[in-house]
């Protein structure tokens, strides 16, 4: 194994056993209960998992066809801007729940991804397309465009804090081409 490809780790044992040990006590203590809501826990995992399973793919493949080195390279090549852009838009357009995300985040940032450009990614998440007709209905376009362009801003600016503060108390950020931030 080389230092880039760390053995696979599970790392939800300790909270896997919590809720084993959970609903074997309520299995002990409370019968029916319990298997209504391991019932209802199946159905609901019936229902997610096509879609765990279709992110899973686009995952393997967005990992495919563009690792993190490649990553990490065009951050190298075409400096801090593009990368601040494409967190912006990767961040807008990626949708579900964040923690099917954090693995390919996790291998950008030890494939050498600053932090800060991540940290732009995750704020930018606050702007939901699907959602934007519904809030204009709501509240009308300027107050729409206005709203996101400010959340934008700040996602940005959230990702320069994160840099700063990096910098200001000694982290060292990856190897990424951080000279023209």
């Not at 203590?29 to 998992?49: F, M, N």
């Not at 995952?59 to 990490?72: D, R, T």
Request: hydrophobic share 50%; aromatic share 12%.
């Amino acid at each position: 194994m080389t230092a880039q490809n760390p053995p696979f780790k599970f790392k939800g044992l300790r909270f896997l056993s919590l809720v084993a040990i959970s609903y074997v006590s309520l299995v002990v203590t409370h019968d029916e209960q319990a298997w209504l809501s391991l019932q209802r826990a199946g159905q609901i995992l019936a229902q997610i998992l096509p879609i765990i399973a279709l992110v899973v793919v686009i995952n393997a493949l967005i990992n495919w066809w563009l690792p993190p080195k490649k990553m990490v390279h065009l951050f190298k090549k075409h400096g801090a801007r593009r990368g601040w852009g494409i967190a912006m838009i990767a961040g807008i357009m990626s949708h579900g729940p964040m923690y099917l995300w954090y693995p390919m985040l996790s291998d950008l940032r030890r494939g050498g991804v600053p932090e800060g450009v991540l940290v732009t990614y995750f704020y930018a998440r606050a702007v939901k397309v699907p959602l934007l007709p519904l809030m204009v209905d709501y509240f009308g376009l300027l107050f729409t465009v206005t709203l996101e362009v400010y959340i934008l801003i700040a996602a940005w600016l959230q990702g320069v804090v994160m840099q700063f503060l990096n910098r200001r108390y000694g982290v060292v950020e990856s190897s990424c081409g951080n000279d023209d931030r």
